[in-house]
């Protein structure tokens, strides 16, 4: 499971307390996505170029701690939930293994002529990998639930 990417907090994602702005976190939500699927074979590019566009249609997130100015944020994702129309992805952040923030995103698939796409029958590649990494996910969640 490739689900972890690194963001170096800049100066210009801080108010003058150098305390990262709210807004920026979701930022790194759609930067961690973007990353964990080119990583593991599905360039968002390339799903585009395939005719998968996969836009937000829901977005939450919690505050746990400030992140602040020069901090690396480490974002782990896991997909919590799959079906053929739908994507849930969910979030956690840390600096220095302190949980700052978590949060989830929630997608659709649509084609280029905006109808919506069932990707377990237009691209069950894609949809295996997705189901796939579900299957990890519920695994950490058992395993730390114990």
């Known amino acids: 499971m490739n689900n972890s990417y690194n963001h170096v907090v800049q ?12 807004s920026n976190y979701f ?6 996505r973007v990353y964990f699927l080119k ?13 998968i566009i996969s836009p937000v249609i829901a977005i939450d997130g ?12 480490n974002i782990k994702l896991y997909i919590s939930e799959v079906r053929g129309l739908k994507l849930k992805i969910y979030y956690e952040m840390y600096v220095e293994n302190n949980l700052v923030f978590t949060g989830n995103s929630e997608h659709t698939f649509i084609s280029k002529d905006m109808k919506f796409l069932n990707i377990e029958k237009t691209f069950p590649e894609f949809y295996n990998f997705l189901i796939n990494e579900k299957e990890l996910y519920l695994k950490e969640v058992a395993k730390s639930s114990k």
Not at 39 to 47: A, E, V
Not at 62 to 73: E, L, N, P, Q
């Open 11 to 22: 100066y210009y994602e801080t108010d003058q307390m150098g305390v990262v702005h709210h």
């Open 27 to 32: 930022r790194w939500m759609e930067e961690a």
């Open 39 to 51: 990583n593991n074979g599905y360039d968002y590019k390339k799903l585009e170029d395939d005719g």
């Open 62 to 73: 919690k505050y746990k701690k400030s992140a602040k100015f020069g901090d690396t944020v």
